[in-house]
């Protein structure tokens, strides 16, 4: 992000809480007023203009506020990973049905896990993943159920591209395992036990939040 002022950042930071909490687009005047920002309307107006000339905000209509691009969240994100500290009152469980479900429950999203090893993959959070506001019709639960269906196969294709260790996201259209651009992939692989675990959220999603666990998670797996 060395191509944005500090000021700027900041802007994109509170654009971003605020569409994680309203999932549409945002107002330059709710910023103004939510976080009492020090400068103008028109100065936060010519802020996002400028960010949606470099690519990290998009403008769906005319007259709307603004939204997160793909390539807005990533650089987000890449700030987040470097800062996050590990949510610590999250103990991962040794059984991995029992593991997937309490990830599910601390993340309010689909999780897996994938034993290469013994070919067996776990999962759960459907249910969570059918309430994401991106699902408002059949053919879109249609999409996403096929890869559910095909979701063992298209890990054992992504193993390589999962680092080991580390907190790997995929945003949107970059998310390997589902076909929809409006969710994203949050994983991470250990070599020790060979498995990979992850969440599919809404890319619209408290990133931060997410990181803390998984932190957690490569610390104890």
Same mark, same amino acid.
């Given at each position: 992000?060395?191509?944005?002022?500090?000021?700027?950042?900041?802007?994109?930071? %509170?654009?971003?809480?605020?569409?994680?909490?309203?999932?549409?687009?945002?107002?330059? =005047?709710?910023?103004?007023?939510? %976080?009492?920002?020090?400068?103008?309307?028109?100065?936060?107006?010519?802020?996002?203009?400028?960010?949606?000339?470099?690519? %990290?905000?998009?403008?769906?209509?005319?007259?709307?506020?603004?939204?997160?691009?793909?390539?807005?969240?990533?650089?987000?994100?890449?700030?987040?990973?470097?800062?996050?500290?590990?949510?610590?009152?999250?103990?991962?469980?040794?059984?991995? =049905?029992?593991?997937?479900?309490?990830?599910?429950?601390?993340?309010?999203?689909?999780?897996?896990?994938?034993?290469?090893?013994?070919?067996?993959?776990?999962?759960?959070?459907?249910?969570?993943?059918? =309430?994401?506001?991106?699902?408002?019709?059949?053919?879109?639960?249609?999409?996403?159920?096929?890869?559910?269906?095909?979701?063992?196969?298209?890990?054992?294709?992504?193993?390589?591209?999962?680092?080991?260790?580390?907190? =790997?996201?995929?945003?949107?259209?970059?998310?390997?395992?589902?076909?929809?651009?409006?969710?994203?992939?949050?994983?991470?692989?250990?070599?020790?036990?060979?498995?990979?675990?992850?969440?599919?959220?809404?890319?619209?999603?408290? %990133?931060?939040?997410?990181?803390?666990?998984?932190?957690?998670?490569?610390?104890?797996?």
């Amino acid at each position: 992000m060395s191509n944005i002022s500090p000021r700027q950042k900041q802007i994109l930071y %509170y654009l971003s809480l605020e569409q994680i909490k309203q999932s549409e687009p945002v107002a330059s =005047n709710q910023i103004k007023e939510k %976080y009492n920002l020090k400068f103008s309307p028109a100065t936060i107006r010519n802020e996002l203009l400028r960010l949606c000339q470099l690519d %990290y905000l998009e403008q769906p209509h005319t007259s709307a506020g603004r939204i997160l691009s793909d390539f807005g969240w990533e650089m987000l994100i890449a700030n987040f990973l470097e800062n996050v500290f590990e949510e610590k009152s999250f103990i991962p469980p040794g059984d991995f =049905n029992l593991l997937v479900k309490a990830l599910s429950e601390k993340t309010n999203a689909f999780s897996f896990a994938f034993d290469f090893m013994n070919d067996e993959l776990y999962y759960f959070g459907f249910s969570k993943l059918l =309430n994401e506001k991106i699902i408002n019709n059949l053919q879109e639960l249609s999409i996403i159920s096929r890869d559910i269906d095909n979701l063992k196969e298209k890990l054992k294709k992504v193993k390589d591209v999962v680092v080991e260790e580390e907190i =790997n996201v995929f945003i949107g259209k970059k998310n390997p395992l589902f076909k929809t651009s409006q969710l994203s992939l949050i994983a991470t692989r250990s070599g020790f036990n060979n498995i990979i675990l992850g969440i599919i959220v809404s890319k619209v999603t408290d %990133y931060e939040k997410h990181f803390k666990i998984f932190k957690n998670l490569i610390n104890h797996i």
